[in-house]
């Protein structure tokens, strides 16, 4: 199985050497316009590290034809989404759209193709947007980690030069410098265009070439010349600074993606961690993959991972892991290391063997779950080799023996070709200083607003409709059916809630969501790894969890494989046994959790708004994965308790998507998830919110933060008020469309203070909450503060315009 339709794909050369892809997706009602440049950090030398990502934020700055913040506008003002990325081989732009406005998308690619402007001020005030943005990751133990651990293992190729670029270059980069580094990559010669999606491609290649034949060729790039030499021996890198838990890494040199050795090495990879991500969608298929089991099945870790990217280059293959708080990374590693050369000196399995092909292939299929996914997977092999490499690895995963992963694990899993990085965490007075700036995070209560006058009655407008039809069901069990037939995608959604969220607690936090995750770890008729065996092996994934009002459900698989899949399922919902190991397992997990979030500016200061918003005792107050002392008191007992009393048929929703059957899949839900039992639980008694305190703010110091973190937010209203859509209007013009609404253009664009500026509507059914946040350097918290003061306060006493008012409703639509 291969990309869907990949034979129909047309590949086309402008004759200024601009290649165009072409995929027609017939009836699917939305087309994506992409364009990638083969320029990334490899491009790079030091003193301009960072300069491919930053000409990326400076292609949002408006040309002539674009104002700046009008390239995201346009987009949305027509329901679309839009946005780049940059990668160490790559720079990317697209642009998701209604079909009939794919025009818009070649009209912005072409035009800044060519005319991105590089303003002098412009240029400043990115300067400090992208040193937000790099003290963001730098606040991040696993970024400091892997930074460190890329630029010990490369010691010749660029590739050691982070994305984003040394704090020092950024300081000290020029607006000429970047220009000219524009002028030297951005070119048609130096380009791919990826249209998908529904339109004729005839008419969209004369489009394309009506758009781009005008630009000239730009100069010829010269090849990346160098060469990272065999590494010789291991490589070792320790970063300690105060964190919540500690960290592991371990990196191997491994060959460029065109290299006959990569499609084993792929299948070593889902050996290692379950297939990786072909397209942009995709699923986790780890659980019953070999690091798991060593690792957080033994207790060692929290989580785990491997990472084995397709490069233009000889890259890494990186298997990392969060140490269990308690767990010594010694052990971690020496466990780690084991499994490795487990790999080495034994042929894989017959049943494993076939679970990683199976996977791999399963994620083909969901590469192929809508237009932008494709776009993305298409673009992306093309760059490193080309889009016909889809079919290359589908035709080659089956060639693929167990003694081809034997071989390659045991050529590049080997001691001298290893970079072991660990992140050691120390007590915030043992820092020494080493942090540049001190941060905070900060809380404001402000009396955040009446509904904005102009926004009353806002809503989808009477005559939306959806392109899918959607078809309504009641079980027997009271719970509500949804199907959305769509043949297009070779895949299935499966999402499901019932009413088990942390409101229901009571007085230990953590519990609606220990229940949930505990749900897969053991039923009555299977084992935690029989069960994920028995979803992984068909390459199919699950999930449980729980919200704040919710505990929701989750499955993704192939057609064919979807009754055994909802089967496994409604095992986990009905028949979960709660085992004890488990259930230490799952609670060690969290507490890792509850420590990397105390380490978080974000976390502290979301949590501190919500704490203050809803005092205790009230439900709302706590955090749903819980405080470390409730988490360590919750007992078996009480688990099986809360899932006997509150999973319950009545108020459950399942929703089924995709390529289905509705009368087949109505009677497998009906056999499988219709056994949960009729209930009928009481409602929880929600008591009223205590009256609003004064405005307030809140200081929480953390000196040794690259950046600070600020939330701002008052209560709000409830899901079902009448006023639910005005409000949910105002937030979108606040802080979410385009670049983020008002307030990403101008806390981020105009003042150039911060990488992230937005707002975030809860609508809950008791209670609800606005709020907006930002992340930003030390020095510039009291301006950041000013100004999302400045614009909650505008659209509290001013009245949206009626083209604010029209964007929110298209983008509803």
Not at 550 to 570: I, M
């Amino acid at each position: 199985m291969t990309i869907v339709g990949l034979d129909q794909v047309r590949e086309s050369q402008l004759d200024n050497g601009l290649t165009v892809l072409l995929k027609p997706v017939p009836g699917c009602a939305t087309a994506t316009c992409w364009i990638w440049y083969r320029v990334g950090s490899r491009c790079e030398r030091p003193g301009i590290t960072g300069a491919s990502h930053w000409v990326e934020h400076m292609l949002f700055k408006g040309t002539e034809r674009f104002r700046p913040g009008q390239i995201m506008d346009e987009v949305a003002r027509r329901g679309g989404y839009c946005n780049g990325f940059t990668w160490t081989d790559y720079t990317v732009y697209f642009e998701t759209l209604p079909a009939e406005h794919l025009e818009l998308g070649l009209e912005i690619e072409a035009d800044r193709m060519v005319n991105a402007r590089f303003d002098a001020q412009d240029v400043d005030s990115e300067r400090t947007v992208i040193i937000s943005e790099r003290e963001g990751a730098e606040n991040e133990p696993e970024y400091l980690l892997s930074e460190a651990v890329i630029a010990s293992a490369f010691q010749v190729h660029p590739y050691r030069f982070p994305v984003v670029g040394w704090k020092c270059d950024l300081r000290a980069m020029t607006r000429d410098e970047l220009e000219g580094y524009y002028r030297q990559f951005y070119a048609p010669n130096n380009a791919v265009l990826v249209l998908v999606g529904d339109f004729d491609p005839t008419e969209a290649l004369a489009r394309a070439q009506a758009r781009f034949s005008g630009i000239p060729r730009g100069p010829e790039i010269e090849p990346i010349r160098a060469i990272e030499p065999e590494q010789e021996g291991e490589r070792r890198v320790t970063v300690r600074r105060p964190g919540g838990t500690a960290y592991l890494i371990a990196a191997f040199h491994t060959p460029a993606g065109e290299h006959e050795d990569t499609i084993p090495l792929l299948v070593l990879s889902a050996v290692l961690n379950g297939a990786p991500h072909i397209g942009m969608s995709g699923e986790y298929l780890g659980r019953s993959a070999r690091l798991y089991r060593a690792l957080v099945d033994t207790g060692l870790a929290a989580s785990t991972g491997a990472h084995f990217p397709l490069t233009v280059d000889p890259h890494l293959l990186e298997c990392f892991a969060v140490a269990r708080t308690g767990a010594e990374l010694a052990a971690l590693e020496s466990a780690l290391f084991r499994e490795l050369q487990r790999l080495a000196s034994d042929p894989v399995s017959a049943e494993e063997f076939d679970k990683a092909i199976r996977q791999t292939q399963a994620q083909m299929a969901y590469a192929s779950d809508g237009v932008t996914s494709q776009a993305y997977a298409l673009g992306r092999y093309h760059l490193v080799s080309s889009y016909r490499y889809l079919d290359t690895l589908a035709e080659g995963l089956p060639r693929v023996t167990p003694e081809d992963v034997q071989r390659v694990a045991a050529h590049y899993l080997s001691e001298n070709n290893r970079t072991a990085g660990w992140f050691i965490p120390t007590e915030p007075s043992d820092a020494g200083g080493v942090g540049e700036v001190s941060a905070h995070a900060h809380f404001f209560a402000t009396g955040v607003p009446s509904i904005p006058s102009a926004t009353t009655g806002a809503g989808p407008s009477e005559g939306a409709h959806l392109d899918f039809p959607i078809i309504r069901e009641t079980l027997d069990n009271g719970a509500a059916l949804l199907m959305s037939p769509n043949s297009r995608t070779p895949a299935i959604a499966v999402h499901g809630s019932v009413n088990a969220g942390a409101v229901a607690d009571g007085d230990q936090p953590g519990l609606a969501q220990m229940t949930a995750r505990l749900l897969r770890r053991g039923t009555e008729s299977r084992t935690a790894r029989q069960i994920a065996e028995e979803a992984e092996s068909v390459g199919a994934s699950i999930e449980f969890g729980a919200g704040r009002e919710e505990a929701h459900f989750g499955a993704k698989c192939l057609p064919e494989d979807l009754p055994g899949v909802l089967e496994l399922v409604a095992d986990c919902l009905v028949s979960p046994v709660f085992p004890a190991d488990q259930v230490e397992l799952v609670r060690g997990q969290m507490l890792t959790e509850i420590d990397e979030r105390e380490d978080s500016t974000r976390s502290r200061a979301h949590r501190e708004l919500q704490e203050r918003l809803f005092p205790s005792p009230h439900p709302y107050h706590a955090p749903t994965g819980g405080y470390r002392e409730s988490v360590e008191q919750i007992t078996r007992d009480g688990l099986v308790t809360f899932h006997r009393s509150h999973y319950d048929g009545v108020g459950a929703v399942v929703t089924v998507a995709g390529a289905l059957d509705p009368l087949a899949v109505r009677a497998a839900v009906a056999d499988t998830i219709g056994r949960l039992p009729h209930l009928d639980a009481a409602t929880p008694e929600i008591p009223p919110v205590p009256d609003q305190p004064p405005a307030q703010r809140v200081d929480i110091p953390m000196p040794h933060k690259f950046q600070c973190d600020i939330a701002l937010g008052d209560r709000s209203l409830v899901r079902d008020d009448p006023d639910y859509y005005a409000l949910n209007a105002a937030n979108l013009i606040l802080g979410r469309l385009g670049l983020n609404g008002r307030l990403g253009r101008v806390v981020r664009e105009t003042l150039g203070l911060a990488y992230y500026s937005l707002s975030h509507l809860d609508a809950w059914r008791w209670a609800g909450r606005w709020l907006a946040f930002a992340g930003v350097n030390a020095d510039n918290i009291e301006r950041a503060i000013d100004a999302i003061r400045a614009e909650m306060t505008r659209i509290a006493h001013e009245p949206v315009t009626d083209e604010e008012l029209a964007d929110a409703r298209n983008h509803w639509i």
